[in-house]
């Protein structure tokens, strides 16, 4: 998995009828664009991650 600051990182729900969660990648910790990433979700939460095989990079548009 790699990342640079700015992409979107999409978590897939693990269970039926829990909604996906998305947020936005503030700071690559990890050499080389890998994890942890330190995001903000849309509620304006701000975490450390280190996400698994059920998420999904997004870059913007335009990279």
Do not use: N, W
Request: glycine share 12%.
């Amino acid at each position: 998995m790699h990342a640079v600051a700015g992409d979107r990182i999409h978590f897939k729900s693990g269970h039926v009828g829990q909604p996906e969660h998305e947020a936005e990648i503030l700071e690559v910790q990890g050499p080389d664009g890998e994890p942890p990433y330190r995001v903000r979700f849309d509620d304006g939460h701000e975490s450390i991650v280190y996400p698994g095989t059920d998420c999904q990079i997004e870059h913007p548009k335009g990279d």
